[in-house]
């Protein structure tokens, strides 16, 4: 159990440090072109589409390579 919450911190903080360095290079995650957004009179609705279909490519990626090895 140990590992595995280590090895889950260790995840976590590397994917911190992907967030940060991509809103460095100008890419703010949940503020992509083709996300949903509409604000009306009493309230606001908010979908980050194309952030999820990118977070979700990147993780099929990712579990793609650990399958191969």
Request: glycine letters at 14%.
């Amino acid at each position: 159990m140990g590992r595995l919450l280590i090895g889950a911190g260790i995840v976590l903080v590397a994917a911190g440090l992907l967030v940060i360095g991509a809103e460095r290079l100008g890419i703010r995650l949940g503020s992509l072109p083709g996300d949903i957004r509409v604000q009306g009179r009493r309230g606001s609705f908010y979908f980050p589409v194309v952030t999820c279909i990118l977070v979700s490519a990147i993780l099929s990626l990712i579990a793609w390579f650990f399958n191969r090895r």
